[in-house]
């Protein structure tokens, strides 16, 4: 039965195959869709790196995880240090080895004076495991998950090989995203170059205690500023400077009630943090007392208007720190 | 493997190439196919599917041949499958929550040991499955087949997962004509794996970030009435969409090899009072609840109080079934509640069928549903407090901070209205077809675009289908 309709089914193939070819190459493979397309949202390295390809001329970029991508305003820094645009390209659920490859895929696009890296107390965390969720995926290939320790992922393999011959299966997220930023009012706004604070607020005591458990479930975990996130992030800092380029550190700010559960962990995690950097010689931005338990979102990040005095504060750091040419 | 995955897009054309392609043990065909697609996410899970299997149909045959003690032998063999469900779905769940009554009576601290197991994918449809099959077979509704239809039945991958619940005596006309290629069958499998898709990826996965955003600020303690109901609104759809996309990929699945799965939804969102919504939405699941629980509870033929017992129990379970949570318990029993007022109502006020009586009951219908996947959706009573007492209007503002996110809201809302009813006449669009070489051109590109579709749709672990988890 389907013999006898060979010829249509030929053509239909044919035409079915042109369509997608056609596709491949004109809105995909030329950069067309790369280019134009909107988000709703930056928080994955995938969506990043494509805002980074609006923003060349970036001069400070800042990297690292959800607590950098919430907390700093790219443009509030630029006012107020007038140092030079900035870009944001810190992801959601980075640690310091995503963090070293997305600065080294950041710096193929952008060229940065300035490289502002976050230092969390779970850095130095010597029980941090990592663990090769999807982000991690987006910025890392098979083989470096493999080599930090994460199973053989085949499917995964066989996704990114089907996504590099075929882009419009590789660039499904941004798909998504696009079709996201359709619906009126979820267009993420470009200006913001790369900041993304979450929509709604998560600080009830119930909500805090929740994420008390996620970010810290051990505080009496042992600390060290040889623990493993911090070697990668000393060889960020190596290859920063390698290139020329200055880097210096932020400690993120944490809702009060963190202190009030992991008090002992934050302090001896500073210490460790301090060890450490002063080991490298690099300078730190600090401005963790420019916020208040009303400028934060949830447990770890700022609303916008704490992002906003948050930034205030980066950029008058930054400032000091050029004008004393303490940047290395 | 999930319907929007890169696996599944490889999968089913295999999958349909070699059922079509070997001549005969096209049964064998589909059971290695099902059991690839259930191994490909666990394997020791799928061996545990293969081992229910044979205890059911063993305990089928039992079933059919004993002449005495069969109710006690139809109560042990339930009780088993529940006992599974059970295990793994509601152990951790029951010794929680008695654990934690248990320390606020007592004042004690404590910690209770879990099983923390993970859940069977699909557990929840295929036990209800196992339950018609042998409750069937005890009323004599049923015939015991062979094992290798049964064990189609139970396997069958394209509604493994999340369902429709089936029922043997619809599957069985599929199982005997087997084989026999029927392309208007195809095309219409083809067409709802494209809608179910576009339902998923173009309206589903679009309304959840506003539901989500709109819940994650209700659970801060507070928020504006006009965000509450924005929120609420684009869950209602969401879910709907969800779900009535994924049943359209596992129907039209199943069309590929032959069989009409029933429909699950029929238009639910037209529902113009709150029985006539179950009888629209997860069609499949509440018409089991009536057959096995509602029905032999005593149904309507026994006194007002027991049809109310009846009622509530049925939809305590109802609630239950769809996850181990106290907010589906509530959400389940406020339908009780509903229908129950609604049995009284009805039987003393009798309404004439006139239009704006209708609209009316539309409106408070599915205001009631609005309401209650509050309940469903939010994770805990808190944050359904917030939402729901916000839509009462005592929100922390009226306005909305986003009008065009309610305009888009409000917009698929009214075109959803406006194509089921379109689908409840006889009118229906007049699309000019082409004819000779353009035809097959028209097919490929349209293949294309459902590809290109399917594409967007393969996950990236951030949009699964909402009715896995049950």
Redesign the interface.
């Given at each position: 039965?389907?013999w006898a309709h060979r010829g249509?089914?030929a053509?239909?193939?044919?035409?079915?195959?042109?369509?997608?070819v056609a596709?491949e190459l004109a809105v995909f493979r030329s950069g067309l869709f790369l280019s134009h397309v909107g988000f709703?949202?930056p928080v994955s390295p995938i969506a990043k790196l494509a805002l980074a390809e609006r923003a060349p001329d970036a001069r400070l970029l800042f990297v690292g995880d959800s607590t950098v991508l919430a907390d700093v305003a790219p443009a509030v820094v630029t006012q107020t240090c007038d140092c030079g645009e900035g870009f944001n390209g810190a992801f959601a659920a980075a640690n310091a080895r995503t963090t070293l490859a997305m600065t080294r895929r950041l710096l193929g696009i952008l060229h940065p004076r300035l490289v502002v890296v976050d230092a969390a107390p779970w850095l130095v965390d010597t029980s941090g495991q990592f663990t090769g969720d999807?982000f991690a995926r987006e910025v890392l290939s098979p083989a470096d998950l493999y080599a930090l320790g994460e199973p053989v992922d085949a499917?995964g393999m066989?996704?990114k090989e089907?996504g590099s011959v075929?882009t419009?299966?590789g660039q499904?997220?941004l798909?998504?995203e696009w079709?996201?930023s359709?619906?009126?009012?979820?267009r993420y706004d470009e200006a913001k170059r790369g900041l993304y604070v979450?929509?709604?607020?998560?600080?009830?005591p119930?909500?805090l205690a929740a994420a008390m458990e996620h970010y810290f479930p051990d505080p009496t975990a042992q600390v060290a500023p040889s623990a493993p996130g911090a070697t990668a992030l000393g060889a960020l800092i190596e290859e920063l400077r390698g290139r020329g380029i200055s880097v210096a550190v932020l400690l993120p700010p944490f809702h009060p009630a963190v202190r009030e559960h992991a008090g002992p962990f934050l302090d001896r995690a500073d210490a460790a943090i301090q060890q450490f950097l002063s080991g490298y010689g690099v300078s730190v931005i600090d401005c963790r007392g420019a916020v208040a338990a009303t400028d934060f979102r949830d447990l770890a990040h700022l609303t916008e208007q704490g992002a906003a005095k948050h930034s205030l504060c980066v950029g008058e750091q930054i400032r000091t720190l050029d004008a004393a040419s303490a940047l290395q | 493997m999930l319907f929007n995955s890169l696996e599944y897009l490889v999968f089913l054309p295999a999958a349909w190439i070699v059922f079509w392609a070997v001549p005969k043990r096209k049964v064998e065909a589909l059971l290695v196919a099902s059991y690839v697609f259930y191994a490909s996410w666990s394997i020791p899970y799928a061996a545990m599917i293969f081992g229910l299997v044979v205890v059911n149909f063993l305990f089928g045959l039992a079933l059919g041949r004993a002449t005495r003690s069969r109710k006690l032998m139809l109560a042990t063999f339930i009780a088993f499958d529940l006992c599974v469900l059970a295990l793994f779905k509601y152990f951790d769940f029951a010794i929680t929550s008695f654990a934690t009554g248990t320390n606020a009576l007592l004042g004690l601290q404590w910690d209770p040991p879990l099983l923390k197991l993970v859940l069977p994918l699909g557990i929840s449809f295929f036990t209800f499955e196992f339950i018609h099959y042998l409750v069937d077979i005890y009323r004599g509704d049923l015939p015991v087949h062979s094992f290798s239809k049964f064990h189609v039945f139970a396997a069958f991958f394209p509604t493994q997962i999340a369902g429709p619940i089936k029922r043997f005596q619809q599957f069985v006309p599929s199982l005997v004509t087997l084989g026999r290629f029927d392309p208007a069958l195809a095309r219409e499998g083809l067409w709802l794996i494209g809608r179910g898709l576009g339902k998923k990826v173009l309206l589903a996965d679009r309304l959840a970030p506003i539901a989500t955003a709109g819940f994650s600020t209700a659970s801060g303690g507070a928020m504006g009435t006009g965000e509450a109901w924005l929120t609420a609104l684009a869950f209602w759809l969401q879910i709907y969409f969800d779900f009535s996309g994924y049943t359209d990929i596992a129907r039209g699945s199943a069309a590929l090899f032959g069989f009409r799965i029933p429909i699950n939804f029929d238009a639910p969102y037209l529902a113009t009072s709150l029985t006539d919504f179950w009888h629209r939405w997860h069609i499949s699941l509440s018409t089991w609840l009536r057959d096995y629980v509602y029905i032999p509870l005593g149904g309507s033929r026994v006194p007002k109080p027991v049809v109310l017992r009846n009622l509530m129990i049925t939809l305590l379970l109802g609630g239950l079934w769809h996850g181990a949570a106290w907010h589906f318990v509530a959400w389940g029993g406020l339908w009780g509640i509903g229908l129950s007022v609604q049995h009284v109502l009805r039987g003393r006020i009798a309404l004439p069928r006139t239009l704006p009586l209708l609209v009316l009951g539309w409106m408070f219908t599915q205001l009631f549903v609005v309401a209650s996947f509050v309940l469903f959706r939010a994770e805990t009573f808190q944050v359904a407090g917030v939402m729901l007492s916000a839509m009462a209007g005592r929100g922390t503002e009226i306005g909305l901070q986003s009008i065009a996110r309610m305009l888009f809201v409000g917009g698929t809302a009214a075109g959803l209205i406006l194509v089921s009813l379109a689908g409840r006449t006889t009118w229906r669009p007049r699309v000019p077809m082409p004819t000779g070489a353009l035809r097959p051109m028209l097919y490929g590109a349209s293949a294309a675009l459902v590809i290109l579709i399917a594409s967007a749709a393969i996950s990236t672990e951030r949009q699964v289908f909402i009715y896995f988890q049950f």
């Open positions: 039965m389907l249509s089914i053509i239909g193939l044919v035409t079915c195959l042109v369509v997608l596709v709703a949202s999807l499917v066989v996704d089907v075929w419009a299966y499904r997220f798909v998504k079709l996201q359709l619906v009126p009012g979820q979450p929509p709604g607020s998560a600080t009830s119930a909500a | -």
